[in-house]
């Protein structure tokens, strides 16, 4: 089965710093969807990628997928309060037609920023 | 705006006691789902329905069980609560076509005492 690989598992940045996130998988990805959770409170969509070599920038925060799309990064440049949180990516385990809607999540990475 | 709505945030619950989460939303989104989430161990998939009706067991389904009598409500059901069910629980849906991902609820916080 596919799994997903986060690293790293947590990540403590001063403010104002760049940071990555990673996510690596054991399969093609056909869909990379990239979730941040607030303590206590559920997922917040990021970004989608599909694509190889896609990427996408939302404010501070932009997401690749590499060409193979077996590997999808998340970068926070100048990170702020703000950001902190656990970072979660999700896939298709398969083809999305193929499946039954099910994502498969990273155990995820907990970003703590320091002012 | 759409949205996910669990009906409690938090809840406490006794050993031995049947207890109801109910997830609804407003979307029209044909696939419903309930994770549990544990640290250490990340998102764990319990049951998901892609109809009416219809449930289709996930990863950790024992102890567990689910009600989709409308589209929009997706019911999770702890039979007989036990305090290893003590969890941050997750209702979310998503479209059947198309490549869009899930809409989460904001969670809800459950302990078994």
């Known amino acids: 089965s596919q799994e997903l690989e986060q690293s790293p598992q947590s990540l403590i940045v001063q403010e104002g710093k760049n940071l990555t996130i990673n996510c690596t998988s054991s399969?093609?990805?056909?869909?990379l969807y990239w979730y941040k959770q607030k303590y206590g409170e559920g997922l917040i969509f990021l970004m989608m990628?599909?694509?190889?070599?896609e990427e996408k920038s939302h404010e501070k925060i932009t997401a690749k997928l590499d060409e193979k799309k077996q590997q999808s990064s998340l970068h926070i440049t100048a990170s702020q309060p703000s950001h902190a949180g656990i970072y979660l990516c999700?896939?298709?385990?398969?083809?999305?037609?193929?499946?039954?809607?099910?994502?498969?999540f990273g155990k995820g990475t907990k970003l703590s920023v320091k002012p | 705006d759409v949205k996910v709505t669990q009906s409690s945030r938090y809840l406490v619950k006794r050993t031995g006691e049947k207890v109801f989460l109910e997830c609804v939303q407003d979307?029209?989104?044909?696939?419903m789902f309930w994770y549990r989430q544990d640290p250490g161990l990340g998102l764990r998939l319990i049951y998901f329905s892609y109809d009416v009706k219809m449930k289709e067991k996930g990863d950790i389904p024992e102890g567990y069980s689910v009600s989709r009598e409308k589209k929009e409500r997706f019911s999770l059901i702890l039979e007989s609560a036990s305090t290893n069910q003590t969890s941050m629980y997750l209702c979310?849906?998503?479209?059947?076509?198309?490549?869009?991902?899930?809409?989460f609820g904001s969670g809800t916080r459950l302990t078994v005492v």
């Open positions: 979307m029209d989104h044909e696939n």
């Open positions: 399969k093609t990805l056909y869909g």
């Open positions: 979310a849906s998503r479209k059947i076509w198309g490549n869009y991902g899930y809409t």
């Open positions: 990628l599909q694509k190889g070599g």
């Open positions: 999700g896939a298709d385990p398969l083809n999305y037609g193929g499946s039954q809607g099910n994502l498969i």
